[in-house]
């Protein structure tokens, strides 16, 4: 078992404390700091296995996890309000401290959906993206500069968080024709819903914990269509103090084609799977299979550097992206 002896748990332990204790998790210079040094703290590689943890520091590492997502919302909240005050918003998400690193995450998911992508299937038309929040910014990004012509549901529990969202994309006659916001539980969408979909992002913050988490898949799992694309936000290491940790064999009745690991100052590992298909259905045939694998290569373990750089990490190095972006082709 892992307990307080470890540094690395004692340091994160400290700061857990320092910021269960703060009056308001709002953005400001204290807020700012705390979290700064927290991400500093989990973001070098470390072998560290939270599965490992004792009970005491399992109990702490959760309710961390909670203040982060309260956090990194109250952030984004605060800056779609900026946003808000232009007459079109979509002109000034520069802004937002960090959208040069939404725009080379986008760009490299959309590399990697283009690499995993079926045999003569073309670009998904229908994409969910499941937490999208108050700033939708990977759906924004992706929207305009890599999927042109599809069409974005977003999906989020928070009413305020989707009406913020909306009033973003509104002045655009684009956007606001492809993209839609939603205020229902993922768990309430049934095939119906789920099975028009390409594509479905599983945000990070989705489903709190591993038991969440796991639900969540294996209701998208019951429910869409064979031969989608699923693509989960999880974490690796020390980061797993920041997020939920989503291991492959988590993903029943998905073929998992790709994991991420970040080697760098990126939070966020990324797993990408393909709904299995039933073979004793009626829909499989050979053809289907010829038309539904090309490309694929269940399971392909690969590092990347950069997948997603989240609001609190206070690093932006441009020049790794060049690097990533013609490696996601390779």
């Given at each position: 078992?892992?307990?307080?002896?470890?540094p690395?748990?004692?340091?994160?332990?400290?700061?857990?404390?320092?910021?269960?204790s703060?009056?308001?998790?709002?953005?400001?210079?204290?807020v700012?700091?705390?979290?700064?040094?927290?991400?500093?703290?989990?973001?070098?590689?470390?072998?560290?296995?939270?599965?490992?943890?004792?009970?005491?520091?399992?109990?702490?590492?959760?309710?961390?996890?909670t203040?982060?997502?309260?956090?990194?919302?109250?952030?984004?909240?605060?800056?779609?309000?900026?946003?808000?005050?232009?007459?079109?918003p979509l002109?000034?998400?520069?802004?937002?401290?960090?959208?040069?690193n939404?725009?080379?995450?986008?760009?490299?998911?959309?590399n990697?959906?283009?690499?995993?992508?079926?045999?003569?299937?073309g670009?998904?038309?229908?994409?969910?993206?499941?937490?999208?929040?108050?700033?939708?910014?990977?759906?924004?990004?992706?929207?305009?500069?890599?999927?042109?012509?599809?069409?974005f549901?977003?999906?989020?529990?928070?009413?305020?968080?989707n009406?913020?969202?909306?009033?973003l994309?509104?002045?655009?006659?684009?956007?606001?024709?492809?993209?839609?916001?939603?205020?229902?539980?993922v768990?309430?969408?049934?095939?119906?819903?789920?099975?028009?979909?390409?594509?479905?992002?599983?945000?990070?913050?989705?489903?709190?914990?591993?038991?969440?988490?796991?639900?969540?898949?294996?209701?998208?799992?019951?429910?869409?269509?064979?031969?989608?694309?699923?693509?989960?936000?999880?974490?690796?290491?020390?980061?797993?103090?920041?997020?939920?940790?989503?291991?492959?064999?988590?993903?029943?009745?998905?073929?998992?084609?790709?994991?991420?690991?970040?080697t760098?100052?990126?939070?966020?590992?990324?797993?990408?799977?393909?709904?299995?298909?039933?073979?004793?259905?009626?829909?499989y045939?050979?053809?289907?299979?010829?038309n539904?694998?090309?490309?694929?290569?269940?399971?392909?373990?690969?590092?990347c550097?950069?997948?997603?750089?989240?609001?609190?990490?206070?690093?932006?190095?441009?020049?790794?992206?060049g690097?990533?972006?013609?490696s996601?082709?390779?």
């Amino acid at each position: 078992m892992v307990c307080q002896e470890e540094p690395l748990v004692n340091t994160i332990s400290e700061l857990y404390s320092k910021i269960a204790s703060l009056e308001s998790l709002k953005p400001s210079e204290d807020v700012n700091m705390l979290f700064t040094q927290l991400v500093l703290t989990c973001m070098p590689p470390n072998p560290i296995d939270v599965t490992k943890l004792c009970h005491q520091i399992q109990e702490m590492r959760s309710k961390l996890i909670t203040l982060c997502g309260e956090a990194e919302g109250l952030l984004e909240k605060h800056y779609s309000t900026i946003l808000a005050t232009f007459d079109v918003p979509l002109q000034h998400l520069d802004i937002f401290p960090y959208f040069n690193n939404y725009l080379k995450l986008s760009l490299l998911e959309y590399n990697i959906l283009t690499q995993n992508s079926s045999h003569g299937a073309g670009p998904p038309k229908q994409v969910a993206f499941v937490g999208s929040g108050p700033l939708p910014l990977t759906s924004i990004v992706l929207a305009r500069n890599h999927l042109p012509e599809a069409r974005f549901d977003n999906y989020d529990i928070d009413f305020e968080a989707n009406e913020m969202a909306a009033r973003l994309v509104e002045p655009d006659p684009d956007l606001s024709g492809r993209m839609k916001f939603h205020t229902k539980d993922v768990m309430s969408l049934g095939k119906d819903e789920l099975e028009e979909y390409d594509v479905v992002f599983l945000a990070a913050l989705v489903g709190m914990n591993k038991e969440e988490k796991v639900k969540v898949i294996h209701h998208l799992a019951k429910h869409m269509a064979p031969g989608s694309t699923l693509m989960v936000r999880s974490a690796h290491g020390a980061r797993a103090f920041l997020y939920p940790v989503v291991e492959p064999d988590d993903l029943c009745g998905f073929d998992v084609l790709s994991v991420f690991h970040p080697t760098d100052e990126v939070i966020n590992s990324v797993v990408i799977a393909r709904k299995a298909v039933d073979r004793s259905s009626p829909v499989y045939s050979m053809e289907w299979e010829q038309n539904h694998t090309h490309n694929f290569s269940p399971i392909r373990m690969q590092s990347c550097k950069c997948l997603e750089i989240q609001p609190f990490n206070p690093l932006n190095h441009g020049s790794i992206i060049g690097e990533l972006a013609s490696s996601a082709h390779q």
